[in-house]
């Protein structure tokens, strides 16, 4: 949405597999714009970055007369997490194990912004104090435009961005005090009309339930809600703005059963497939497998997994590996 999101393409393209470029080059590209020095201007793609690094987030105040003030400071701190945990994980797969040690830290600030009392990722002052008044709920006040989003936000509110945390569920659920409590408020997000599939920052939110053993269901009931009811064929039939198609994306994945919540991972978390049967033939310039089949069985009355099999053999997690998959076979999910 905001911070640098061509980083995470880079990465996951390389991690996933695509690997005929100049990695190194484009190694150092990504790096280019994190390495500042102090009196180095930090370009539009990481406005705010020195502030970054000299807080552990970037604070509420933000100077409009300057170049490049941030729009949006929360959401803009946890993107740039994510987007150095990337760079963090194409450093691990070329050996460069001092960067991978230093974006591994630096993805992990986002923890500055959790208010543990109110339970939110919320906009804190350069004195460390967080902004008050603070509503949850505002989706005005972040720029001087109607949809700009609520203070410190971009495009909508701490319930659209507390949950963006991609590359850290477990620690993210470790600060609201484990995965009930976590599962809990995730659930209020969508019964309260918290939740957005035409937005970015929302999307993989119905696949975080796949991160507590037991919770997984919610995932397979959201996912079938979503796309029934805000999918089609009609000239409605994509919601919001497909920006390079991202929401097209969820969709297809979503259809296939499964989804990469967290992009430069090699998982993908499972959700449920919308067909019967789905061929995907898979290009050997990058994979070793030819085709992979996806399967359904089961009554289409009841639609919650009771088992998933990769070629044969027990899926016991709500995951699965995209270095799995690429050998090619057949993915099968039985329906209760």
Not at 74 to 89: K, M, N, R
Request: charged fraction near 20%.
């Amino acid at each position: 949405m905001v911070g640098e999101p061509a980083v995470p393409v880079i990465a996951d393209s390389y991690i996933k597999g695509i690997t005929d470029f100049d990695v190194e080059s484009a190694f150092e590209a990504m790096l280019k714009t994190t390495l500042l020095k102090k009196d180095e201007e930090a370009p539009p793609v990481r406005a705010g970055y020195h502030q970054l690094l000299q807080y552990g987030y970037i604070p509420f105040e933000q100077d409009r007369n300057t170049n490049w003030w941030v729009w949006g400071p929360v959401s803009t701190t946890l993107e740039y997490c994510f987007s150095d945990w990337t760079i963090a994980q194409l450093a691990k797969k070329l050996g460069k194990t001092q960067y991978f040690t230093e974006f591994s830290n630096r993805s992990s600030v986002y923890k500055n912004l959790f208010d543990s009392t109110t339970q939110f990722m919320r906009p804190r002052l350069m004195n460390g104090l967080w902004i008050t008044p603070f509503d949850s709920l505002a989706t005005e006040g972040s720029g001087d435009w109607s949809g700009s989003g609520g203070q410190g936000y971009v495009e909508g509110n701490a319930w659209n961005y507390t949950w963006f945390v991609p590359h850290d569920i477990p620690g993210l659920m470790t600060l609201f005090g484990g995965g009930k409590l976590f599962v809990k408020k995730l659930l209020r997000s969508f019964k309260n009309g918290q939740f957005t599939i035409n937005n970015e920052p929302d999307i993989a939110y119905p696949y975080l339930f796949t991160y507590v053993k037991g919770e997984e269901h919610y995932t397979q009931s959201l996912v079938q809600t979503i796309v029934a009811k805000a999918f089609g064929t009609k000239t409605d039939g994509l919601p919001g703005n497909d920006d390079c198609g991202t929401i097209s994306g969820w969709l297809v994945f979503s259809a296939l059963g499964f989804y990469p919540a967290c992009p430069a991972s090699d998982d993908y978390q499972i959700g449920i497939p919308l067909f019967d049967k789905v061929t995907i033939y898979l290009n050997n310039k990058y994979y070793s497998g030819k085709t992979l089949v996806i399967e359904k069985q089961g009554s289409d009355n009841v639609k919650e997994i009771s088992k998933i099999e990769l070629n044969s053999e027990t899926v016991s997690t709500f995951s699965i590996r995209h270095s799995e998959l690429i050998q090619g076979g057949t993915l099968t999910f039985f329906l209760k």
